[in-house]
């Protein structure tokens, strides 16, 4: 089964400043996808970015982009100029088949 | 923008009681899903729903879970016997054909007493 690891269970910021995020997978599949979700103190479940396998490109969205190194089967996520609103939990995703794993979670503060 | 919708938002039930929790998918997806939190811990997957069938489903999705989607718009996720470990946030998703990404619902905030 794949699992997906993120080893900060809690980061902190300073607004302005770049963070990273970072998470590992284990799979024996070619094929898959990567997500990174956020979910704010309402426990929605957003969508930040996702990252197909077989790209070689780094997803980037806006201040949100992700450094993917297939070989050592790592996805993190970097944010640029932090803002108070990022302030949330972020959880990583894999995706195979049909079925998504999530990572325990990183609790991100934003400090102004 | 459409959305997924999920009612109700927050349901008590008492133990051994049944519980089914609608969920309203965005209108041309065709893949749905449930996933389950645990307060304080991951999301975990549960289920997936293609074509009016199951099509994977978790370790923790045994005989007391079952889903189904009765008619065009409603996805629903069926607990028979509710127990006190089952108090979690449910998320249903859907997502479109040839796309991966998922998109959530703000969830049902299920407690049993």
């Known amino acids: 089964a794949q699992t997906v690891t993120q080893s900060q269970p809690e980061m902190s910021v300073q607004e302005a400043e770049t963070v990273t995020l970072s998470c590992t997978y284990d799979t024996s599949e070619n094929n898959y996808y990567l997500f990174w979700y956020k979910q704010p103190p309402s426990r929605q479940m957003i969508l930040v970015i996702r990252q197909e396998a077989y790209k070689q490109q780094n997803a980037t969205e806006n201040r949100f982009s992700v450094n993917f190194q297939k070989a050592a089967k790592s996805f993190s996520l970097k944010i640029s100029d932090s803002q108070l609103g990022d302030t949330a939990m972020y959880f990583c995703a894999f995706m195979n088949n049909n079925d998504m794993r999530f990572g325990a979670g990183t609790r991100l503060t934003v400090k102004p | 923008e459409p959305e997924v919708t999920q009612t109700p938002s927050h349901q008590v039930t008492q133990m051994g009681q049944e519980v089914i929790l609608r969920c309203v998918p965005i209108s041309n997806h065709l893949y749905f899903y449930w996933y389950r939190q645990i307060l304080g811990q991951k999301v975990e997957f549960l289920v997936s729903?293609?074509?009016?069938?199951?099509?994977?489903k978790s370790e923790i999705f045994d005989d007391q879970f079952s889903v189904e989607r009765p008619d065009g718009s409603n996805f629903t996720l069926k607990i028979r016997s509710t127990k006190l470990e089952d108090s979690a946030m449910y998320f249903c998703a859907s997502r479109a054909h040839g796309v991966y990404e998922q998109y959530f619902g703000p969830g049902t905030r299920l407690t049993v007493t």
């Open positions: 729903f293609y074509n009016n069938e199951i099509s994977e």
